[in-house]
């Protein structure tokens, strides 16, 4: 269940947090919709690759799996809360939440798991 999961979020969150890296358009254009700036939003993907490196390694090493997962539940609540506060409907700040409770059920499987 571990591994299913850790993949999933892996392939969600690979390619948003390059894209966040290499400000895409897109991401250009969602940084500027939220008030941030390009470089913070940098940031936000280089936050999002790193939680895919440690979800990847967790495989092995299930406490940095743990770590890398409870980073991202709370980097996606975080962009939830973002998209609220800036007046985004519920359905804006959605895909934030299903990542959020997604990345939380790896915590939950992992740490039960041993």
């Known amino acids: 269940m571990t591994a299913v999961l ?6 969600v969150f690979l390619p948003l947090g390059l894209a966040k890296i290499a400000a895409v358009p897109f991401m250009r254009q ?3 919709h939220l008030g941030m ?14 939680g895919v490196a ?3 390694v967790g495989l092995a090493w299930t ?9 991202l539940t709370l980097l ?8 609220l506060r800036h007046g985004d409907p ?6 934030a939440v299903v990542l959020a ?5 790896y915590t939950g499987a992992a740490v039960s798991a041993g």
């Open 101 to 105: 409770v997604a990345a939380l059920a």
């Open 30 to 32: 969602a940084a500027t």
């Open 54 to 56: 440690g979800l990847l």
């Open 90 to 95: 519920l359905v804006r700040a959605l895909p």
């Open 76 to 83: 996606m609540a975080s962009a939830a809360v973002v998209h």
């Open 37 to 50: 700036s390009v470089r913070l939003y940098r940031v936000v993907g280089a936050l999002e690759v790193a």
């Open 6 to 11: 850790a993949i999933t979020l892996s392939l």
């Open 63 to 71: 406490w940095l799996g743990v770590a890398a997962a409870t980073g």
